[in-house]
């Protein structure tokens, strides 16, 4: 038998005021236009998205919200329209919205809206 090595990975350690990343599911299914909080804000902390993907099965406009500030809007969408913002290779976030903020999702018909957020939430900068 030949000897097997076992090399363990070092735990990550993370920059100062950064949290781990965490994973959200989006499944929204409104009976009309609606506003959905997809992450809920943290007081005195942020939000960094690094990677976002979105789909809807009906023809509608798409808004991503910072609170309450626009910062991504996908107008008259078609039906079966999908979005991808893969994760940065340099590790950077997409998103860094404000502090105290939530990631909301406003739709403007009702159909479902699928997809997925990979976020940290952190210090202010």
Known sequence: MMPVTIRRRSPQV?????????HALIDVTPPAPTSTELIVGVPGRMIAIYELVLWTTVAQTLTLRNGSRTFMRFTNAPALFGFSHPEKASG????????NSPLVLVTS??????GYVQYRIQEPQ
């Open 92 to 99: 950077e976030p997409w998103y860094l919205l404000s502090t």
């Open 14 to 22: 993370l920059a100062p005021g950064l949290g781990p990343l965490q």
């Open 109 to 114: 018909a009702a159909g479902q809206v699928d």
